[in-house]
């Protein structure tokens, strides 16, 4: 299981004045790449099960060739589960954030987080995962 925190949501309102711009910019600049991110493990995904096919085409007697047991753990399928989240905006936030690290601002973002995860384990889609890829599950549980 990987779990995936995004401390900066790339998704957020249209800013009313200037300081809400400079704290998008941030959310923006720091958000993860998490699209990317499943772009990139279907890509792999899809070459190792390609191999798989590929490796099970050869004939027997290559199957004790140093090369195949070498490439045959990476075809092997394999069970993924991502977990995504994202760290909700604080009413009092600022463009700040990415370096405001008071004691009280840490234990305010700390509580936050833990109810994050609460909220997210609550959610009645968390055993609902969407399968991007064979053996791959996605639970996107950032809204």
């Not at 998490?34 to 798989?52: D, P, Q, S, V």
């Not at 990476?74 to 009413?91: C, P």
């Amino acid at each position: 299981m990987i779990v995936q925190v995004d401390l900066f949501g790339a998704r957020g309102e249209l800013p009313a004045n200037l300081d809400q711009v400079l704290e998008r910019v941030k959310d923006i600049q720091y958000s993860s790449k998490m699209r990317f991110n499943i772009t990139r493990i279907r890509e792999l995904e899809n070459l190792r099960a390609a191999l798989g096919r590929l490796l099970e085409k050869l004939p027997p007697a290559l199957r004790d060739d140093p090369d195949h047991r070498l490439l045959a753990p990476l075809a092997a399928k394999r069970h993924i589960t991502l977990v995504h989240l994202t760290n909700r905006r604080l009413a009092h936030s600022s463009s700040a954030k990415d370096y405001e690290f008071s004691r009280a601002t840490v234990s305010q973002l700390w509580e936050a987080g833990l109810e994050d995860v609460r909220r997210c384990c609550a959610h009645p889609d968390w055993r609902a995962a969407t399968e991007i890829v064979r053996g791959v599950r996605l639970f996107d549980l950032a809204a």
